[in-house]
């Protein structure tokens, strides 16, 4: 609590915020106050990040439309597409934004981080700004094999005079001895002790896989071994197919899909009685990640058993992609934030599998990690630390050397060594 009012005050007398901390301490659930905060003052929040996936997790926008700079992530790219100088629109929207929250932060390359301090000083921005993440988790994505650089090495950087808040306590899991593995992961740091432990993760893996949570790195993995698993299961398969609602009919179809696929709503839910599912979202009797089995569907509910062996009750929620629109209101022209449109569809998933990227947020009780399929730095750290029970963990043996899989970028952990000396 004092975090949280030290945060807001902060920002509210125009302090630049850089919220930190490695994966499980909370930094999504405190942003989402700090933004309650500032939006029961009356005050216009702006909540963005670099892909449309990061995006939704705080029902947001991604940098690209917010900024309105296309397709671009460098400046050269904002002026060879015609996008360089500012739209009166868009620079009347930045400049009535109180605060601008950036999420994920790490996902930022220098070069956006550059057109995004262009876009600011344009726009005459007087706000403050909350960058959200942690350096040693997912990079910048890159093409064939550019080099990875990341927000904090543009010259932007050093102008926003961040100030560094770093949240420390892990609320995912209370195993002292995992939460310390957990940390040397996170750096890249594998020694006899850090490989001994984690190789008593490896056992021989269950019989009975419905149990557990595969987490495979692509797509096409995760969708085979749900697929696979379900047709076990005896029974009538049945549907629920998310409802769309568009509000504004100039909406195109293809933007919708983009926000089915970013957002993790199934198009169509195929589920059975009896079916293991994760909840994708927080609610006051379920958890992101959280398990339950199907006990019953109707016409309008799905009735999902916990571990706990509660009963939830669950309907199609909402879930909207919104835009900054100018309205008159009491005789004044605003910008607001208005519904595009709105997708309803029940908040789980198949439990049997889902991706590291998609699991972002989630705690996992019951995990089996594919780890050959690891390919991205920080990315095993990731899988990792969604393990909310390290009793109920299963490693599958790496086709690599551990050393070879556990690994940070070098100039991120300088950077965040830097940043805990501070």
């Known amino acids: 609590m004092k975090t949280l009012q030290s945060l807001v005050k902060k920002l509210s007398d125009q302090k630049n915020i850089f919220l930190t901390g490695g994966a499980g301490?909370?930094?999504?659930?405190?942003?989402?106050?700090?933004?309650?905060?500032?939006?029961?003052?009356?005050?216009?929040?702006?909540?963005?990040?670099?892909?449309g996936m990061a995006a939704t997790l705080i029902e947001g926008q991604t940098l690209h439309s917010f900024l309105d700079i296309g397709i671009a992530n460098t400046l050269v790219d904002l002026q060879e597409s015609g996008k360089f100088e500012i739209k009166k629109k868009t620079k009347k929207l930045i400049f009535g934004i109180d605060l601008i929250v950036i999420d994920e932060i790490s996902m930022v390359s220098d070069t956006l981080f550059e057109i995004i301090e262009h876009r600011l000083i344009q726009a005459e921005f007087k706000g403050s700004l909350l960058i959200v993440g942690d350096f040693l988790q997912l990079p910048p994505v890159v093409k064939g094999n550019d080099e990875v650089k990341y927000a904090f090495e543009s010259r932007s950087w050093k102008n926003f005079d961040f100030e560094v808040v770093e949240l420390t306590q892990i609320h995912r899991t209370d195993d002292v001895r995992f939460i310390k593995l957990l940390g040397n992961v996170r750096k890249g740091y594998v020694d006899e002790t850090v490989h001994n432990h984690l190789n008593e993760y490896i056992k021989p893996l269950p019989q009975e896989y419905s149990q557990f949570t595969f987490l495979f790195g692509k797509n096409h993995s995760a969708s085979a071994h749900n697929k696979a698993q379900l047709a076990f299961v005896e029974g009538d398969l049945l549907t629920k197919e998310a409802q769309i609602i568009k509000h504004n009919q100039s909406t195109k179809d293809k933007e919708v899909e983009n926000f089915i696929r970013d957002a993790r709503i199934e198009k169509i839910l195929e589920l059975k009685i009896g079916v293991p599912v994760l909840f994708t979202r927080n609610a006051w009797n379920y958890f992101n990640g959280e398990k339950g089995r199907v006990l019953n569907i109707d016409e309008q509910y799905v009735y999902v058993q916990k571990a706990d062996g509660k009963t939830v009750k669950l309907e199609a929620i909402r879930m909207s992609k919104s835009k900054w629109v100018e309205k008159v209101k009491e005789g004044k022209k605003q910008m607001q934030e208005e519904d595009l449109f709105s997708v309803y569809q029940y908040p789980i998933k198949l439990a049997y599998a889902i991706t590291i990227h998609k699991s972002q947020g989630m705690s996992i009780e019951d995990l089996i990690i594919a780890t050959h399929e690891i390919f991205a730095p920080s990315q095993f750290y990731v899988a990792l630390s969604r393990c909310s029970n390290p009793a109920r963990l299963n490693l599958i043996a790496p086709n690599r050397q551990w050393y070879e899989l556990i690994y940070a970028e070098k100039k991120a952990l300088e950077f965040v060594g830097k940043v805990n000396q501070e």
């Open 25 to 51: 301490v909370g930094k999504t659930t405190m942003t989402k106050e700090v933004i309650e905060h500032f939006k029961q003052d009356a005050k216009k929040v702006a909540r963005l990040a670099s892909t």
